[in-house]
T-cell receptor, first 114, second 112 residues
Framework: GAGVSQTPSNKVTEKGKYVELRCDPISGHTALYWYRQSLGQGPEFLIYFQGTGAADDSGLPNDRFFAVRPEGSVSTLKIQRTERGDSAVYLC????????????FGPGTRLTVL | KNQVEQSPQSLIILEGKNCTLQCNYTVSPFSNLRWYKQDTGRGPVSLTIMTFSENTKSNGRYTATLDADTKQSSLHITASQLSDSASYICVLGGNQGGKLIFGQGTELSVKP
């Protein structure tokens, strides 16, 4: 079956602009995660959804970052007033539920803020 | 201070050789320790998942070990192949749902 997909694969924007990143999880997976990966570093947790609700958003760096999952499937990560420091690869993962279950990652969206 | 430290930062080995990657962590408590492989430009792929009560877990040519007393884990790769060239990341899963804490990875390069 299809894996986790993310769109766009690359996004270039200017400082101060608004961007949306989309994640399509594996069908039937109730848990969805967003991570951010800077060059040469491991991914850093941002937010975790169980169904439609954000179960843990402790990794969101500030209030410019927001994520939604209105129907418990597709999720959108929204970044307002982008800054150059937001440039990174944004990874999405999904799993059958939280906790011990294996997380399957998408290919990521590379965001570049000029 | 990073909660998950990996060594070496990078490693070059010849095809067919074995290697061992190290992971030290300070995350506590945690429910599971994972090793992921990440190819350039791709998302991470799970290799092994161990609970804190397990000592070892194998997946083909990959064998992970865990010593919860010393808070150390290792990933051993046997008979390396060119396709093993990637970043290998040690990851801790805590008790707070599915949140994962990643190390910075070891960049492995297998040369012919």
């Amino acid at each position: 079956g299809a894996g986790v997909s993310q769109t766009p694969s690359n996004k270039v924007t200017e400082k101060g602009k608004y961007v949306e990143l989309r994640c399509d999880p594996i069908s039937g997976h109730t848990a969805l995660y967003w991570y951010r990966q800077s060059l040469g570093q491991g991914p850093e947790f941002l937010i975790y959804f169980q169904g439609t609700g954000a179960a843990d958003d402790s990794g969101l760096p500030n209030d410019r970052f927001f994520a939604v999952r209105p129907e418990g499937s597709v999720s959108t990560l929204k970044i307002q007033r982008t800054e150059r420091g937001d440039s990174a690869v944004y990874l999405c993962a999904s799993s059958q539920a939280g906790g011990y279950n294996e997380q399957f990652f998408g290919p990521g969206t590379r965001l570049t803020v000029l | 201070k990073n909660q998950v430290e990996q060594s070496p930062q990078s490693l070059i080995i010849l095809e067919g050789k074995n290697c061992t990657l190290q992971c030290n962590y300070t995350v506590s408590p945690f429910s599971n320790l994972r090793w992921y492989k990440q190819d350039t430009g791709r998302g991470p792929v799970s290799l092994t998942i161990m609970t804190f009560s397990e000592n070892t877990k194998s997946n083909g040519r990959y064998t992970a070990t865990l010593d919860a007393d010393t808070k150390q884990s290792s990933l051993h790769i046997t008979a390396s192949q060119l396709s093993d060239s990637a970043s290998y990341i040690c990851v801790l899963g805590g008790n707070q749902g599915g949140k994962l804490i990643f190390g910075q990875g070891t960049e492995l390069s297998v040369k012919p």
